[in-house]
């Protein structure tokens, strides 16, 4: 579980289909709805400033809004490409492990190919020596 900008987020999906419910779960999650601070009561009334200092911190809010998604969309793909990082790492390791144990598998095989050789040699020469004797 990872904790980022208030948002938890999840992450050990068995399947592909678990991860996209896991992630349109966590998008719902931080999905906030916005709001307006002020109405405008008559078109034609003359422009306050009071109006204008409204609007403008209403355009701060719904900017800070999207930047903290951004924000935590961000850090939740760091936590996602480090953990592909991470699995291709062991996938990785597991294959140089595999592979060096291959390796091994064919040495033994070609050394017990050898012993097996020399075994029906040594039988040969034996079968040859005790034909002569008798």
Known sequence: MTQSNGHEVHFKPA???ALIDDIKEMASKIRQPLT???KVRDPDASFEQKSHTLMLESVDKITQAWV???IALRDNS???E????EQADKVKSEMTRLHLLGVQAMREAQRGHE???N???ELDAMMTERAKSH
Do not use: C, H, R
């Open 15 to 17: 399947t592909e289909e």
């Open 36 to 38: 307006v601070l002020e």
């Open 119 to 121: 075994l029906g040699n």
């Open 82 to 85: 480090e953990m592909v990082k």
């Open 78 to 80: 760091k936590v996602i």
């Open 68 to 70: 903290d998604e951004l």
């Open 115 to 117: 012993v097996l050789q």
